[in-house]
């Protein structure tokens, strides 16, 4: 199996700021990699679609970009409800995979 | 609008099976797959199978000779059964629909599922 890897873990950070996270693949995805929100209480949300569609609805402050395996997304300027926690999925290759997540907290 | 709710007991006896119940609205099982997602406590997610569009399903290696998928269109259900449980299966189990290939547009709430004697 493919397996993902997110960094940072956690990243503390304030509003207004623009964060990025990285997403790292055991071998080459072929750009297909999505992105998810999941807020404390389990609701998870859809973000991205491979690499850089943003999903409808989803705030144009988020965005996605990468290719072969290391991908990253990026807020620009954050609000409070951004923080939470994000995961890259891959599915290039069966099972599709995700990463361990990464936590975005208020400094 | 889409919506997916997940439902089933909450607390599983080791070796026992777990038997959930996915029932969508706001779109047709023979146009959209769905797939069965789930979450161990402060862990990624993980696939665990999929119900086509079709009919036809999809199992992860790793559970696929304890999984079984199957649904009931007229009931706009899909149902997930896997057997021989053991406490490392507890965790969050959401059903999802599948929009382009593994691409999950829409969650249900989830169902939280212990494991435990």
């Known amino acids: 199996d493919i397996q993902m890897t997110q960094t940072p873990s956690s990243m503390p950070a304030s509003l207004g700021e623009r964060v990025t996270i990285s997403c790292r693949a055991s071998?080459?995805?072929?750009?297909?990699l999505n992105w998810y929100q999941q807020k404390p209480d389990g609701t998870i949300k859809p973000l991205i679609y491979?690499?850089?569609n943003l999903q409808s609805g989803v705030p144009s402050r988020f965005s996605g970009s990468g290719s072969g395996t290391d991908y990253s997304l990026t807020i620009s300027s954050l609000e409070p409800e951004d923080f939470a926690m994000y995961y890259c999925?891959?599915?290039?290759?069966?099972?599709?995979?995700f990463g361990a997540g990464t936590k975005l907290e208020l400094k | 609008q889409v919506q997916l709710k997940e439902s089933g007991p909450g607390l599983v006896q080791p070796s026992e099976t777990l038997s959930l119940t996915c029932t969508v609205s706001g779109f047709s099982l023979t146009s959209y797959s769905v797939s069965w997602v789930r979450q161990p406590s402060g862990k990624g997610p993980e696939w665990m199978g999929r119900m086509w569009y079709d009919g036809d399903t999809a199992y992860n290696s790793a559970l696929k000779s304890r999984l079984s998928i199957s649904r009931d269109t007229s009931k706009n259900q899909v149902f997930l059964k896997m057997n021989s449980l053991q406490t490392d299966d507890t965790g969050t189990y959401y059903c999802t629909r599948d929009a382009i290939a593994y691409y999950f547009d829409y969650w249900g709430q989830g169902v939280m599922v212990t494991v435990s004697s």
């Open positions: 491979y690499t850089s």
């Open positions: 071998q080459g995805i072929s750009n297909y």
């Open positions: 999925q891959q599915y290039d290759s069966s099972p599709n995979t």
